[in-house]
């Protein structure tokens, strides 16, 4: 497939600044927009057993929008993981990380070997870590990713909110894009 035709399908992200006045719901806003590690207020608003499922992880071309965030080339690959982070085996996040290959260099290769480890936590303990600013979006059926988010869930939703930003290790840097499903959204932390 080509990049136009990849990128009409998928989600619109945007800045905060631009979401002033629109209709965010008030739960999901204090997920978006909370600066500390998804992974660790997961667990802690999880009363049961936490886990990372390991939907994916190959390499592959980043669609058009991560590959213009993270200044790659239109061509160029990158390791993709996705994953669902699971409360008592209930999805309550989608999370696709795309990584260009000059991040994987050197130091940095345990990336690849994560497994099941949450990602996460392997970002926040990193002394080098920063964190560019987040985007949001609604996304709806027929953008890219709304199907793998959703697809262990009983009824579909309209619509799912999801931020993305960079990181940067050592000043390289990887995408990461988290997806809340109606199951964290209703906990309401």
Not at 17 to 40: E, H
Not at 104 to 120: A, E, F, H
Request: with cysteine.
């Amino acid at each position: 497939m080509h990049w136009v035709g990849r990128h009409a399908f998928e989600p619109v992200w945007q800045p905060r600044r631009r979401l002033l006045g629109k209709a965010l719901p008030a739960v999901a806003a204090q997920w978006l927009f909370d600066p500390s590690s998804l992974t660790r207020r997961v667990c802690d608003a999880c009363s049961g057993a936490f886990r990372v499922d390991v939907l994916s992880q190959r390499w592959g071309r980043p669609m058009l929008n991560e590959a213009r965030r993270l200044g790659m080339a239109e061509r160029s690959t990158a390791l993709i993981r996705q994953v669902h982070l699971l409360c008592d085996e209930v999805p309550w996040v989608f999370a696709r990380t795309v990584m260009p290959r000059r991040t994987l260099s050197g130091p940095r290769r345990y990336l690849t070997q994560l497994g099941t480890r949450p990602l996460g936590a392997v970002l926040f303990a990193d002394p080098s870590m920063r964190r560019d600013e987040v985007e949001v979006a609604c996304i709806r059926p027929g953008q890219y990713a709304f199907d793998l988010a959703t697809n262990r869930l009983a009824v579909a939703p309209p619509c799912i909110w999801g931020r993305r930003s960079v990181f940067f290790l050592d000043e390289e840097p990887l995408l990461v894009s988290e997806i809340f499903l109606p199951a964290l959204v209703a906990c309401g932390d």
